[in-house]
T-cell receptor, first 112, second 116 residues
Framework: GESVGLHLPTLSVQEGDNSIINCAYSNSASDYFIWYKQESGKGPQFIID?????DKRQGQRVTVLLNKTVKHLSLQIAATQPGDSAVYFCAEISGGSYIPTFGRGTSLIVHP | NAGVTQTPKFRVLKTGQSMTLLCAQDMNHEYMYWYRQDPGMGLRLIHY???????AKGEVPDGYNVSRLKKQNFLLGLESAAPSQTSVYFC???????????????FGDGTRLSIL
């Protein structure tokens, strides 16, 4: 989702739950998508990426789903841990460009 | 392997002062980028470079200059700092697109800059 003013959308979960973070992208020509994790005081850290010729990709405890029909991207985190607390944001790049467009992010809070 | 290193980590400037932010990467990446991040907003591209000796403007280039004299370094300069430039600045680097596909960017941990 999009942020309102200075506040990011927030997702609060309990430790051990599965988390789903959503991202709506704008450019139908985008063919490469990336999820980043940003912890407080740190730079964005690459989590997982997916190309437009796929609709699902799995990593360690994370899965990215891509629905090109409705231009929607999601990040699923299995068995969420307190260390997963961070801001997560997606980025999209359209073919022929190497400049990503970043979303504003979603704050994930994991309660022990 | 240090990845992307930014210096300094923090800086306070007075309006009108100048300074240079340094970004260094040890991954032999061709592409380098400077972003600013403000509260509640996504990363906004200031300038970028696709190779040594080349630079290009991003989304918000005004008030900034850059230089890429060496492949591993990308410098961001503020000639006359303004309060509106108070922000967190991130440098990133990446490989060029591989077989028409893009590569993820790797980020430094940022420079927190306050302009009084």
């Amino acid at each position: 989702g999009e942020s309102v003013g200075l506040h990011l959308p927030t997702l609060s979960v309990q430790e051990g739950d599965n988390s789903i973070i959503n991202c709506a992208y704008s450019n139908s020509a985008s063919d490469y998508f990336i999820w980043y994790k940003q912890e407080s005081g740190k730079g964005p850290q690459f989590i997982i990426d997916i190309r437009s010729n796929m609709d699902k990709r799995q990593g360690q405890r994370v899965t990215v789903l891509l629905n090109k029909t409705v231009k929607h991207l999601s990040l699923q985190i299995a068995a969420t841990q307190p260390g997963d607390s961070a801001v997560y944001f997606c980025a999209e790049i359209s073919g022929g460009s190497y400049i990503p467009t970043f979303g504003r992010g979603t704050s994930l809070i994991v309660h022990p | 392997n240090a990845g992307v290193t930014q210096t300094p980590k923090f800086r306070v400037l007075k309006t009108g002062q100048s300074m240079t932010l340094l970004c260094a990467q040890d991954m032999n990446h061709e592409y380098m980028y400077w972003y600013r991040q403000d509260p509640g907003m996504g990363l906004r591209l200031i300038h970028y470079s696709v190779g040594e000796g080349t630079t290009a403007k991003g989304e918000v280039p005004d008030g900034y200059n850059v230089s890429r004299l060496k492949k591993q370094n990308f410098l961001l300069g503020l000639e006359s700092a303004a309060p509106s430039q108070t922000s967190v600045y991130f440098c990133a680097s990446s490989y060029p697109p591989d077989r028409k596909f893009n590569q993820p960017q790797h980020f430094g941990d940022g420079t927190r800059l306050s302009i009084l």
